[in-house]
């Protein structure tokens, strides 16, 4: 079982990955590509807070990206 010192980075850089295809898709990946930069942004955030807690929940949102 991985901690979530382990998988928070890896979520983030997956999402990275996603963010990159939104973008090359052009216009009509507008939307998610804003959806994604503002998941990414809350999860760096709550990084550098170190709240625990609200990492848990960005990690959560990471998650749900596709």
Request: aromatic residues 6%; glycine residues 8%.
């Amino acid at each position: 079982m991985s901690s979530l010192g382990e998988e928070y980075p890896k979520q983030q850089a997956r999402c990275r990955e996603v963010l990159e295809q939104y973008i090359e898709i052009g216009t009509a990946g507008n939307f998610g590509a804003m959806m994604i930069r503002a998941k990414l942004k809350e999860a760096d955030e709550a990084a550098v807070s170190g709240d625990v807690a609200r990492m848990l929940r960005a990690f959560e949102a990471m998650k749900d990206v596709q």
